[in-house]
């Protein structure tokens, strides 16, 4: 099983230009999640998907958009990049999010740079 | 006030050392806790949960004090692959909360 895989791994781009985030999973989790991680912020949440079909706003949703494609893929797209936006974007995805000890797993991440 | 609150560090510890870090959590509604370690540009990773009587795994031991809302996190006998930084985790209903890390440094 690969897990969590996330693409690109790396992303450099002009203020204003767009770009999609993905990310999916092979343990046929029902929820998944996009976070960011600043220095000395910690990591937010941007948007999740509790289960397929369904996505909801996390504590930093603007400027971003999400699609839950299906069960095992989740995009996050930028739609007009600014340079605040430069920061290192984690995918994750857990069986379900009301459960008791419900592990979250990770993603690689992408370091996105915005320029 | 934040809802997980965590000491940054870094805590700076020699080799074989013990080590406890605390985190606070402010909503008593809270569920469920865990430990997560993230290794430096790195994916945070599941270290441990935590459970209401108290769990250890190996050199590890963490606590739950529900009526003082804090988790703990013991290590034992440190190893430089220690090295990290730990991610205190609160679950609220459907909401997961991350605190921002404590730094631990072991030193040779």
């Known amino acids: 099983n690969a897990g969590v895989t996330q693409t690109p791994k790396f992303q450099v781009l002009k203020t204003g230009q767009s770009m999609t985030l993905q990310c999916a999973q092979d343990?046929?989790?029902?929820?998944m999640y996009w976070y960011r991680q600043d220095p000395g912020m910690g990591l937010r949440l941007i948007y999740y998907?509790?289960?397929?079909?369904?996505?909801d706003k996390g504590e930093v949703p603007n400027g971003y958009n999400v699609s839950r494609l299906n069960k095992r893929e989740f995009s996050l797209r930028l739609e007009s990049a600014a340079p605040s936006q430069t920061s290192v974007y984690f995918c994750?995805?857990?069986?379900?999010?009301?459960?008791?000890?419900?592990?979250?797993?990770f993603g690689p991440g992408t370091r996105l740079t915005v320029l | 006030r934040k809802e997980v609150e965590q000491d940054p560090g870094p805590f700076n510890v020699p080799e074989g050392a013990t080590v406890a870090f605390n985190c606070t959590y402010s909503?008593?509604?809270?569920?469920?806790f865990f430990w997560y370690r993230q290794d430096c540009r790195k994916e945070p990773k599941l270290l441990m949960s935590?459970?209401?009587s108290g769990n250890e795994d190996g050199r590890f031991t963490a606590q739950l004090n529900r009526a003082s809302q804090y988790i703990s996190l013991l290590i034992r006998d440190s190893k430089l692959s220690d090295s990290a930084t730990y991610l205190c985790?609160?679950?609220?209903?459907?909401?997961?909360?991350f605190g921002k890390g404590t730094r631990l440094h072991i030193l040779p």
């Open positions: 909503n008593s509604a809270s569920q469920s």
């Open positions: 985790v609160v679950r609220r209903g459907d909401k997961i909360i």
């Open positions: 935590v459970y209401s």
């Open positions: 998907s509790a289960s397929e079909g369904t996505t």
């Open positions: 343990m046929n989790h029902n929820s």
């Open positions: 994750a995805s857990s069986e379900a999010p009301t459960a008791t000890y419900n592990e979250q797993f």
